[in-house]
Structures are given as C-alpha cells and as structure tokens.
C-alpha cells in the first residue's frame, strides 16, 4: 500500500474529506479549520507592519529611480502601483453565469496593468533587485540614503552593477520582473525557466540580454537549479521564490496603497464591512505578501482567499495536510498541468504557508476551462483582458455568498487581477477565442 508522509491514502482522506475532490480535480472550495483571531495569529510571528513600512520607504527612495529609467512610472511618481476600480459589468454576467445574486459591490485590483513587468510580480520582484542594489552601491561607497536615486542610471553604476550577477527560476513572470529591472540596472541575469513558460517571455527577456535556461520539467526543478548556480558564486544573489522574505515584504507593500485607495473611493472596512479578497496563488509569495499586508492593516475585518488551478493546488495540500513544503501535489497524484502558467507550481512555499497558517481564510480551486469562460466573459464585459492565471480570483465571490457565516450586506469583493498586459496581441486573442467557445459548449 501506498505510505504518503507515513499515512496511507485512506487514511489522509479520512482525516481530509476535501482530498476526494481535489485527487480527482474537481473545483474544491476549503475553508481554513487553523484560521484564528488576528492579534492570536501574529502575535507567533516575526515579520510586522514595521518591516512593510521600511519596504515602502525604500520603494519611495528609489521613486526617482525608477521615473528617468522607466518613464512609464513618471504619471504615477515612480511609484509602480495599479488601479483599484469598480467592475459592474462583469459582475452582472457573473451573476447571469452562475445564475446567483451579489449584493454587494465587486472591486478589481488592476495588477495586470502595473509598470514594468504588467503582473503582480512586478511588486516584490523588482523589490528585491532594488534592494540588493541598493546594499551594492552604498557598501562601494557610491550611494546614501539622502541621494536622488536617480545617479543610479549613470554609467558608473552600470559598470559597478555589471560585476554582479542575479539569478531566479521562473514559471515566467518573476522571470521577466527580474530581467527587465536587473537588465536595466546593469546586472548580469539568469533566468531558470520551467517547462510550463510561454515562449513569448522567453523571447522578450533575450532580448532584453537576459540568459534564459530552460528545462524540461516544472517550476521546482527551475528554483532548485537558480539556486545551485548562485550558490556556487560569490558575486551572485539568487532570488528565492520558496524563501524571500524580501520578495515577500515587497508584495506586502500593496496594503498600505490599497488602504489609501480604498478610503478614496469611500469603501470603509472594519467588522460591520469586511473586505474579502481573492488571489490566484503559485508558489505562495506574491498573494502571501499581499494578504500577510491586509492582515496587518485590516485585522479582523479583511479575509483573504487563494485560488489555483484543480491540477496545481499546491498551497491548498500544504496548508490542508500541515506539511507545506514537504509536500507535493504529485504527491496525491495530481499532474501540476494548467494553462495557468502563472500558477503552475507542484510544491507551495513553506515560509509563506507557515506564516499564513492562521490568517488565511480559505483556498479554492478553479478548472481551466472555467478560468478561459471568465477571461472571455471580462473582455466582453468591461474590455480587460487578463492571462488565464489571473482570473482565478473570480469564483471566489460566488463562494463567499454562499457561506452562511458571510452574510454581510455591506461586504466589499476584491478581486486581485495578477497579470496580463504584456501578452501580445495574438495569444489575448487566442485566449479569448478559446474561453468563447468553452462557453457556446457549455448548455
Ligand atoms: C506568479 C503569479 C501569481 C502567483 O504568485 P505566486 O507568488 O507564485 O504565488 C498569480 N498570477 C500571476 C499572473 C502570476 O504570474
């Protein structure tokens, strides 16, 4: 018989009644049995509002930065951050598709249309490469805190910066957050690719002069050679999607703009109106980052979702079973094969699981299929066109509605929109197209 982390399957499904339908990949709704009291669940961990904070003032050092080298920041002060808008369109088809009634509003978080990369990755990657380069020039005497940031695009950095190397593995994003901004800065970049990237983002980051590696096999596999290859060299920081704590804190920085945001458009949040929010999840840093940041700030009031793919639920077995990343979903015999590039990972990170043990409210798992029918249903609806990843946010407002517990008129939904724009034209329609006819084929 078969011994899965010294537990028969009989066994594991005995004490797991949800693993019946995610083993056979059927959309799965989990709600979290470990979830606890805010100031009960953080009182265990390290990381505060503190830590977020400093993350932020670091991203504002570098505003100037980031305005002369990508004059695409400038609008918005060479702060890379995304709109929050209203999406009532699509949440009347939602309402048509799933034959149920929101009454409250549903709210996108337009992360597909942040600067420079156009995917939530470009919070924590870009992050990260900040603040090594950062260490770099003021450890070489060639920068301070009190500087315009803006030296950084002269030619002696570049030429400092060119002395070093960074390295990350990617199912494709973070691939290309950390390219384009490594590229730029100067470093020298390797990009561990998995099997699942789409050609496309391999082609731009060559172009960009950034080495693509590619392997064979899935998103561990990629992660697990990045971080061989900068082990073995001293002048190399490798980018560790599993583990960053930098990565991390980047990502969290959204919650402190997403409570300004909010306040503009007169959304109050707090236990009469809470804020439920949904995000497609991979490894588990970038909605991991975000949701630890809505926790610090909203408490109680906000509750937060993850969402994969049924063949990649990952961080869902990590946090059901309590062994994170000692855990596969090949494992249980699920195949880690999706459309959802973006959420393609078989093994979930086990310092974001570990951190958000109590926090997070739920996960949920989304069939390909239906992510192409929302994609479809979004451009005809409000003209957004999102790669497949990250319309895996959607259903979680129809799961919300119905849980007895979460009966509350004045609820915000927030759903995290991850990544998109970059896609060139041909695969947004392809995408489209695809989604079309998966729902003509659905009676
Ligand atoms: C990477 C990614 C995610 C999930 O982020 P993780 O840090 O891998 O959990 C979601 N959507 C898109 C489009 C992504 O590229």
Known sequence: MKIIHGKTLEEWKRDNPNLHTIMETEETFWRNPKYKDFEEAV???????????????????????????????EEANGVIESRTIRIPKMKKAMENHYKMQVNQ????????????????????????????????????????YDDDYSILTNKSFGELFSQYSIAVGSTGNLGLSIGIISAKLGFNVFVHMSADAKEWKKDLLKEKGVTVIEYNSDYSKAVTEGRR???????????????????????????????????ELGIVVDEENPLFVYLPCGVGGGPGGVAFGLKLI????????????THSP???????????EKVSV????????????????????????????????????????????????????ENINLEPSALAGFP??????????????????????????MLPEKMKKENYEKGKSYRKNKT
């Open 396 to 421: 979680g407002v129809i799961h919300i509605i119905n849980q007895p517990d979460f009966q509350y008129p004045h609820a915000t939904h927030l759903v995290w929109a991850t990544g998109g724009s």
């Open 330 to 381: 090949q494992d249980f015999d699920i195949d880690n094969v999706t459309e959802a590039d973006g959420l393609a990972v078989g093994r979930p990170s086990g310092f974001v699981g570990k951190l958000l043990e109590e926090l997070i409210s739920g996960v949920y798992t989304v069939e390909d299929e239906h992510l192409f029918q929302l994609l479809t249903m979004l451009v005809d609806t």
């Open 229 to 263: 290859q900068a082990q073995a060299n001293e002048n190399m920081h490798f980018i560790d999607d599993e583990n960053s704590k930098d990565l991390f804190l980047g990502y969290a920085v959204a919650a402190l703009r997403l409570q300004k945001q909010l306040e």
């Open 105 to 144: 509003e549903v709210f996108l978080k337009a992360d597909n249309l942040l600067p420079i990369s156009g995917s939530i990755k470009a919070r924590g990657g870009i992050y990260e490469v900040l603040k090594y380069a950062e260490r770099i020039a003021i450890d070489n005497g060639m920068l301070s």
């Open 43 to 73: 009182s265990k961990l390290s990381i505060t509002l503190a830590d977020v904070k400093e993350a932020e003032e670091r991203l504002i050092r570098f505003a100037p930065y980031l305005i002369k080298a990508f004059p695409e920041t």
């Open 298 to 309: 909203f408490k109680d009031s906000v509750h937060c979702f993850f969402a994969e793919p």
């Open 314 to 324: 990952a961080m869902l077995l990590g946090l059901l079973t309590g062994l994170h």
